[in-house]
């Protein structure tokens, strides 16, 4: 990237484990993406917890 934004944008993907391309075929085309892992982000939840009291 030759620009000061688009060198953060590349290098703040990279810290962040994703990836950064950008492709100019009749307009401007930028993509990041990040892999999205639900083991890390969300906390383990017992199944005891997910009864409510509204059970018939």
């Known amino acids: 990237p030759g620009s000061l934004g688009m060198s953060l944008m590349a290098g703040l993907s990279e810290d962040l484990d ?23 982000k969300q906390p383990h939840i017992p199944a005891s917890s997910l009864i409510t009291n509204n059970q018939a």
């Open 18 to 40: 994703g990836s950064f391309a950008m492709e100019n075929n009749n307009g401007t085309t930028i993509k990041i993406s990040f892999i999205h892992d639900l083991a890390i």
